[in-house]
């Protein structure tokens, strides 16, 4: 029989809960940000986000592949290299959302970890919940999945704590 948490961490526990939920949705909306991002840098439109700087407030910059580079060469392997050089200037917001989706998916890490300990799950379930940070959408879907786990199974550890043990009677 798997350990399964006491009764006296189930305030942590709530609390832990509602801090993954938090930060399973700002994660995964970091996420959904950085693979737009990506998809605009990388293809050929090589598009960056930009604020500030000499295009105004909030504007778009080209990024101008390297003089050996041809169109193919961002998704097919090759000898030459291929560097892409941006135009922009202000304040780069598609290496801002990179680097904060990076710092926050360690946050998320850590609300992983403290749910997936108080929990007592196996660890499995903990390199599927981190999964959640790097997988596209998928800590929306899990989310949803844990918090509905974790409060059913809390009400039903409850329910089962608060009604008194049967005594069997004595028949004559």
């Known amino acids: 029989m798997p350990v399964q948490p006491k009764l006296a961490t189930f305030p942590a526990i709530r609390g832990a809960l509602k801090f993954y ?4 949705i700002i994660t995964g909306v970091g996420l959904l940000l950085l ?17 500030g700087g000499s295009g105004g407030l909030l504007w778009f910059a080209t990024a101008i592949p390297g003089p050996d580079c041809q169109w193919f060469s ?15 200037d202000g304040l780069n917001i598609s290496l801002a959302i990179l680097i904060v989706h990076g710092w926050f ?26 999964l959640g940070g790097i997988v596209p959408l998928l800590s ?6 844990v918090a509905r ?4 199974y809390l009400a039903e550890r409850e329910a089962a704590a608060s009604t008194p043990l049967e005594t069997p009677t004595e028949t004559r």
């Open 74 to 88: 961002l998704f097919v392997p090759t000898t030459n290299t291929c560097d892409i050089v941006s135009t922009g």
């Open 35 to 51: 693979v737009a991002e990506m998809i605009l840098k990388y293809t050929p439109i090589h598009v960056e986000l930009f604020a």
């Open 21 to 24: 939920q938090i930060a399973s």
């Open 140 to 145: 929306f879907f899990m989310e949803a999945k």
């Open 105 to 130: 998916y360690v946050v998320y890490l850590f609300a992983c970890f403290r749910v997936w300990s108080l929990m007592r799950w196996r660890f499995p379930r903990f390199i599927v919940l981190a």
């Open 149 to 152: 786990e974790v409060r059913q």
